[in-house]
């Protein structure tokens, strides 16, 4: 499984941001995506999943009701609709795949480059 990341870039605070995440090597139906980002000085964090079935959604809690993650399966392709952006959403994104059904962040080891948002005024 490839995993090719794109869309980071600087926005100010309130505005709005689409990350995507083509995958090669794999359709959509065989693997869960996710996207988790790690800020200078602290862990890498999911920020939101969805399964293998495209029945099962994740979202962390600083992120829900702003973020949105979706797929299109005949494009191979994940995004992450991200609004009412905050500094400290700033961060550098990952999207990341497992061929389990599942959400759970530690299943997910395909990993792909990350691309970087930053969130200022």
Do not use: H
């Amino acid at each position: 499984v490839q995993l090719q990341a794109s869309g980071g870039g600087l926005v100010q605070p309130g505005n709005s941001l689409t990350l995507s995440c083509v995958v090669s090597g794999r359709t959509l139906g065989d693997i869960s995506l996710g996207w988790f980002r790690q800020a200078p000085g602290r862990e890498r964090e999911m920020v939101a999943a969805i399964s293998r079935s495209g029945g099962g959604t994740y979202y962390t809690d600083p992120v829900k009701g702003r973020f949105t993650i979706s797929r299109d399966v005949a494009k191979s392709t994940v995004y992450l609709q991200m609004n009412s952006l905050k500094p400290e959403d700033t961060a550098v994104y990952f999207c990341a795949a497992t061929f389990r059904n599942t959400v759970t962040p530690s299943a997910y080891s395909f990993w792909g480059k990350g691309t970087l948002v930053t969130v200022s005024s």
